[in-house]
Structure formats: structure tokens, C-alpha cells
């Protein structure tokens, strides 16, 4: 099974920062991953899919890069809202898999 | 508007079984593959299993911790995904969400509690 790691796992940071989430998948998984959000209490949302790519209704200040096996999460200028915990996925091949979450708190 | 919404959540007993349901809504639920992901308490995410649909021949795929004790079918006529969670353990205690999708899920349900415990 695939693994992903997910750096750092916990990160405090200030309203208007740029913030970098990285997942790192212990084989390559070409460009087969996605990122959610998750608040306290609150299902997952789809943010980026297929490495890069901005679900709908998703701010573009949210980006994702990264293929094979390292991929980045950018929010360029945090804002209020953004405050949650965030999950890297792989679907490249089975069983889909998580990474184990980075929680950003306001600094 | 897609919607999920899961029921069937609650309070078991070991070895006991439950039967969840993923009600959808503002989709053709036939087209899609439905998938199922659970949270335990204050952790991550983990995958359970998927159903695909008719057009794909209506398989399923199971994480390893669950594989031979839960089963996902689905009614199309009905719009509705089931998980049947059979020899429950008290590692299964989770929020269950209903998603869509195989690959990656653009829309969840709320979740649902399940807890196993003596």
C-alpha cells in the first residue's frame, strides 16, 4: 500500500501569509492525488484533484503542484475561513490512501 | 443541489452488525461510483470501500480492515449506497461518510456516528 506523509503535521500561522503543505508518497503516483479541507465537526471539501487541478467554486488562492512522488499544497494569502485541517489522497492505485492531516492554526 | 445524507448510526455491542445508508439527491446516482471513508475520533481519514456502477458492472472494493465483514451494495431505484457492517470490532468506532466518486470525492455526506462498544 501506498504511504503519504504529510509535512509538517501541525503549522501556526498569521491572516495574509503564504502557507506550503507538502505530501510525499512513498511511490510514484503520477498525478493521481487530491487535497481536502476538513473544519472541527464538518465533512472533508474537495480543494485541488488531479495534483494541480482547482475544484469548482474552490478560491484560487488554494494551487496544488507536484507529481510522482511530491506534492505541494499552496494557500498564497491565508484568510479567516482557511483555518482547518488538510488531507493529501492518492488514487493512483489500491487501496486509496490518506495522508495523516496537517492542522493550521492561527498564529 | 447534490446531497448525501447518511443514517443507520449508532450504539453497538461487539460482534453485533448495523446497516448504514447513503441517501443522494441532485445527481443521476446510477452514473457515479459511491464510496464510503471513515474518521475514529480525533483521527484521520481512512478509506473503506467503493461500489461501482452498473455501466462498470456494479463491483466493489474493500480496505483490508474491513474486507469479509462489511459489504457495499446499492439500489439505483432508490438513489440509496448501503454499507452492512457485519462481527463489528470497537476499532470500527468512526464517523462514516457517504462520497462520490471512486478516484477522488467531490461531494460527502455529513457523517455518521457509529460507535462499538460494550
Known amino acids: 500500500a501506498i504511504q503519504l506523509t504529510q509535512s509538517p503535521s501541525s503549522l501556526s500561522a498569521s491572516v495574509g501569509d503564504r502557507v506550503t503543505i507538502t505530501c510525499r508518497a512513498s511511490?510514484?503516483?503520477?498525478?493521481?492525488l487530491a487535497w481536502y479541507q476538513q473544519k472541527p465537526g464538518k465533512a472533508p471539501k474537495l480543494l485541488i484533484y488531479d495534483a494541480s487541478s482547482l475544484e469548482s467554486g474552490v478560491p484560487s488562492r488554494f494551487s496544488g503542484s507536484g507529481s510522482g512522488t511530491d506534492f505541494t499544497l499552496t494557500i498564497s494569502s491565508l484568510q479567516p475561513e482557511d483555518f482547518a485541517t488538510y488531507y493529501c489522497q492518492q488514487f493512483n492505485s489500491y487501496p486509496p490512501s490518506f495522508g495523516q492531516g496537517t492542522k493550521l492554526e492561527i498564529k | 443541489e447534490v446531497q448525501l445524507v447518511e443514517s443507520g448510526g449508532g450504539l453497538v455491542q461487539p460482534g453485533r452488525s448495523l446497516r448504514l445508508s447513503c441517501t443522494a439527491s441532485g445527481f443521476t446516482f446510477g452514473d457515479y461510483a459511491m464510496s464510503w471513508v471513515r474518521q475514529a475520533p480525533g483521527k484521520g481519514l481512512e478509506w473503506v470501500g467503493f461500489i461501482r456502477s452498473k455501466a462498470y458492472g456494479g463491483t466493489t472494493e474493500y480496505a483490508a480492515s474491513v474486507k469479509g465483514r462489511f459489504t457495499i451494495s446499492r439500489d439505483d431505484s432508490k438513489s440509496i449506497a448501503y454499507l452492512q457492517m457485519n462481527s463489528l470490532k470497537t476499532e470500527d468506532t468512526a464517523v462514516y461518510y457517504c462520497t462520490r466518486g471512486v478516484r477522488d470525492y467531490d461531494y460527502w455526506g455529513q457523517g455518521t456516528l457509529v460507535t462499538v462498544s460494550s
Open positions: 511511490q510514484g503516483i503520477s498525478s493521481a
